[in-house]
């Protein structure tokens, strides 16, 4: 996933509704109308959050009969923590600096 769809994909994630889907998704491939039933949006509500999460790689669909299946990208999900573990050793490394400032200045 390049950098464009990881950023695409965490500004996908924005969204509470979003998040709430690809929840669902994580436990199982759903279709529309049972992605629909428990969330506080319409179907097309659905679909256009659903359009939102395939545009930004996170979920991919299959046609079943003459109902659509989404399922999640688990590749895509890797990609997002790979990017927030960058971010965390980043992070880690900055305060194990500032500790060790820190103590050198105590000396």
Same mark, same amino acid.
């Given at each position: 996933?390049?950098?464009?769809?990881?950023?695409?994909?965490? #500004?996908? $994630? *924005?969204?509470? &509704?979003?998040?709430?889907? =690809?929840?669902? $998704?994580?436990?199982?491939? !759903?279709?529309?109308?049972? +992605?629909?039933? #428990? =969330?506080?949006? &319409?179907?097309?509500?659905?679909? !256009?959050? +659903?359009?939102? =999460?395939?545009?930004? #790689? $996170?979920?991919?669909?299959?046609?079943? *009969? &003459?109902?659509?299946?989404?399922? +999640?990208?688990?590749?895509?999900?890797?990609? +997002?923590?790979? !990017?927030?573990? &960058?971010?965390? !050793?980043?992070? $880690?490394? *900055?305060?194990?600096?500032?500790?060790?400032?820190?103590?050198?200045?105590?000396?």
């Amino acid at each position: 996933m390049d950098a464009d769809r990881v950023s695409d994909a965490f #500004g996908a $994630l *924005g969204d509470p &509704t979003r998040r709430a889907i =690809l929840a669902r $998704l994580a436990e199982t491939p !759903q279709a529309v109308r049972e +992605l629909a039933e #428990g =969330l506080p949006v &319409t179907r097309s509500a659905v679909s !256009q959050h +659903l359009k939102v =999460l395939k545009d930004a #790689g $996170l979920v991919s669909e299959r046609a079943e *009969g &003459t109902r659509r299946i989404y399922r +999640l990208n688990p590749a895509a999900v890797a990609a +997002l923590r790979d !990017q927030l573990d &960058t971010y965390w !050793q980043r992070a $880690l490394a *900055g305060y194990k600096d500032i500790a060790e400032e820190s103590r050198k200045e105590d000396r």
